[in-house]
């Protein structure tokens, strides 16, 4: 029986669960064999922390949290639960307490900023045609045509809501920042990063997608954080 952490990933905007396909394997094939991906609504930061929060409750042992872009807020939000043991963050917001991942965004606006569109019913769209340069330039075009298709776009007034209690503040955390990203500025990445004490920091030449285009390094750095608790 493996005595590794369980591991909970949490996804973004513009995509879902299966964002993490290549990390659950990548993971899998080191011997996890209790991984999980939540599926959020992107309805506001309370519904999706919610939802990630009654994941981790039904796991009895420890719990690697892994948040993805927006999942940052997520995990930040709710991550300060008993179990949960330590906090990874791939290219992703780690807001303070009162600072929401649209505040973070107005500080340093990424490359692909003018490529957000919303719709009439206040949803956030990445344009589609749009998605590949925006989202993930280092994968194939055939997976950007699929990502961008298949986005789960975020109501608008979810970039807008604030984190309370950071639990990057109580919790080990470890980050991986993109040098490529056009969605989250490597700027805000690396203050982010820095100011939450991270106990190990990896920059990568990756897209914003690096859970795709690096699924090898960011399950090593899942695996680290995992050894270390």
């Not at 039904?58 to 330590?86: C, F, R, W």
């Amino acid at each position: 029986m493996s005595n590794k952490p369980a591991v909970v990933l949490v996804h973004g905007f513009w995509g879902g669960a299966a964002h993490w396909s290549k990390v659950i394997v990548e993971l899998s094939r080191k011997g996890y064999g209790d991984i999980h991906a939540v599926e959020m609504p992107l309805t506001s930061l309370a519904d999706d922390a919610e939802r990630a929060r009654k994941m981790v409750a039904q796991i009895n042992g420890p719990v690697v949290l892994v948040g993805h872009s927006y999942g940052g807020a997520v995990i930040t939000e709710m991550g300060d639960q008993p179990n949960v043991k330590a906090l990874v963050y791939v290219a992703a917001f780690a807001p303070d307490a009162g600072e929401s991942p649209g505040a973070i965004t107005q500080q340093q606006p990424p490359a692909a900023v003018a490529n957000i569109a919303p719709d009439s019913d206040g949803y956030l769209w990445v344009k589609p045609d749009k998605y590949h340069e925006s989202f993930c330039q280092d994968l194939d075009a055939d997976e950007g045509l699929v990502m961008g298709v298949t986005q789960k776009a975020p109501l608008g007034s979810t970039f807008g809501n604030n984190v309370t209690a950071p639990a990057w503040k109580k919790k080990p955390c470890w980050y991986q920042i993109s040098s490529q990203d056009r969605m989250i500025h490597p700027d805000n990445q690396t203050r982010m990063s820095g100011r939450m004490g991270a106990k190990k920091v990896i920059t990568l030449d990756a897209s914003h997608a690096s859970l795709a285009s690096r699924p090898a390094e960011i399950a090593a750095l899942i695996d680290e954080a995992a050894a270390a608790t």
